[in-house]
């Protein structure tokens, strides 16, 4: 009778090898679904962040009173998204939380020529680059899973840009100072009679334009 204790068959035993396999496919089926989970609840996300960019542009690129007013609508569009009863447990601009929404960048042009440009290249002949920007990071994609490792190398949650570049419409102004104003002085400048008609009703009438600029 064979003895089943001696080295020889301890070291043959093939008992319990399908339980290991099966542990071992178990954990890294677990990981990979880990992994997919992360990024398509990631990339749902990203498409409500760009929600917000864009809907913080457009309340930005609106025509106001002047160029600080329009910033000032512009934050506080992102603002009260991101105080939103729906939206504040999905975003935050703390590094805790999974999805950051951070640095937000208004860039409208004009007379300040702050644009994107340098960012996002186009022909010298177009509308400049304007809108907004936001850095959007995902802290849930920061994984450490077994027989995976970590999904990032330097233990920094991956971040990307959302852009919603819109072009920005001339503020009252803008439109006073650098059109109409130049075109009324320009008129008033013709003839003398002009000069003298527009002193005598100045308190009564102001020279505008039809449809803003």
């Not at 680059?129 to 991956?158: K, W």
Request: glycine share 6%; hydrophobic share 40%.
């Amino acid at each position: 009778m064979r003895n089943l204790n001696s080295p020889h068959m301890i070291i043959n035993n093939s008992h319990g090898m399908l339980t290991v396999d099966f542990i071992f496919s178990l954990i890294l089926c677990a990981g990979l679904c880990t992994v997919l989970f992360a990024v398509t609840f990631t990339l749902s996300m990203a498409e409500i962040g760009q929600y917000i960019t864009f809907s913080a542009s457009r309340a930005y690129v609106a025509g106001h009173i002047d160029p600080d007013k329009q910033m000032e609508m512009g934050r506080n569009k992102f603002a009260n998204l991101m105080a939103n009863s729906t939206l504040a447990p999905l975003f935050s601009t703390k590094d805790s939380a999974w999805f950051k929404l951070s640095n937000l960048e208004l860039k409208g042009g004009g007379q300040s020529g702050d644009d994107f440009s340098s960012d996002y290249t186009y022909a010298e002949d177009r509308v400049p680059q304007t809108g907004a920007r936001l850095t959007f990071s995902a802290r849930v994609l920061n994984l450490r899973l077994p027989f995976l490792g970590s999904t990032t190398e330097d233990n920094e949650p991956p971040s990307a840009k959302l852009t919603a570049l819109l072009i920005r419409e001339p503020t009252q102004q803008e439109c006073w100072d650098l059109q109409v104003k130049k075109r009324y002085d320009a008129i008033i400048n013709l003839d003398s009679r002009f000069a003298v008609l527009a002193d005598r009703y100045r308190n009564k009438y102001v020279p505008m334009e039809d449809n803003g600029c």
